[in-house]
């Protein structure tokens, strides 16, 4: 049984000042493989490297004795320009690494960096209708359904979306809210 004080939690780094593009490669190949064997979407290199390259504060890793066990891929954009939105698009632990907090570390750290870093209005996710564990974990955190969408994924699962509200904004209709400053505005680099 692995001891969780073991697992090392950290964001991924693009810096090949810090080290060689090899590696970032080879990371990014088993957040890839990861998320492949335990979610029900394939996902074209292109995904990642759009969350990765503009976010990648927002991608944690779980690692254990230098393996990835675990990861949280994040990004943050303006909703409509009048609110900044969070969205956890996707979260995989190993197997045999579940059980010992892992994906409520990599949650709790995520959130963590959306409100404090980015000041973050909102959070919103979507998880398979059939994924109980997953539903009630992010519930924990406070999270809301808000919808059910039909046949949302490839497997043709239902899955629910999901709301944090954080700010008060999160709580008023779009039409309803001031447009946030053009310098507040988050959007993608790459």
Known sequence: MVDPSEIEYSALSLDITKQPKEEIDQQIDEIKRLIGVHLSEPYSIYVYRFFLNNWPELCLLAKHEGKI?????????????????GYIGMLAVEEAYRGLGIAKK?????????KNDYKCDEIILEAEVVNKKALKLYEKFG???????????????????????????S????????????????????
């Open 69 to 85: 066990i675990g990861c949280i891929i994040s990004k943050v954009e303006a909703h409509r320009d009048v609110r900044l939105r």
């Open 143 to 169: 999270f809301l359904r808000v919808k059910r969408l039909y046949r949302y994924y490839l497997n043709k699962h239902d899955a629910y979306r999901l709301i944090l509200p954080i700010t008060e904004k």
């Open 106 to 114: 990599l949650i709790s750290l995520n959130i963590t960096t959306m």
């Open 171 to 190: 709580t008023i209709r779009s039409i309803f809210s001031t447009p946030l400053p053009p310098d507040q505005l988050v959007e993608a680099k790459y």
